[in-house]
């Protein structure tokens, strides 16, 4: 895979978001996360964002956790039926900064789009 075959959105230390270029079937934002590639239109993804928020400001942490940073014990639901997440509080801070991320361009893009035209 090459470059111009994806349009790169927003990436980090544990995933990237991404479009494909010329190719009319793949519209949907592409989010590589983990050994994974999930599909998500945009209303999906903000969705996401807020279900992250959620988990974010409801877990308590692991009590007796020795490295709660890297213990995958937070269950983490998407707008995807029937998947769910199963991360560390790391993983979870980094796949927040990556939908924030391609959120934002995306809004960036839309809006740079709308001045010009």
Not at 8 to 25: A, C, E, K, R
Not at 90 to 99: G, P, Q
Request: charged fraction near 25%; include cysteine; proline fraction near 3%.
């Amino acid at each position: 895979m090459e470059d111009r075959d994806i349009h790169i959105l927003y990436y980090n230390q544990s995933g990237i978001g991404f479009l494909w270029n010329n190719i009319p079937t793949k519209s949907k934002i592409q989010l590589v996360f983990r050994d994974m590639n999930l599909e998500f239109e945009k209303p999906e993804l903000e969705l996401f964002r807020e279900l992250i928020s959620n988990t974010i400001t409801h877990y308590s942490g692991c009590k007796k956790c020795e490295n709660p940073d890297h213990c995958q014990n937070i269950l983490l639901l998407t707008p995807l039926t029937g998947l769910s997440l199963i991360l560390s509080t790391k993983e979870l801070e980094s796949i927040k900064d990556l939908i924030e991320g391609v959120i934002f361009n995306l809004n960036l893009e839309n809006l740079l789009d709308d001045l010009i035209l």
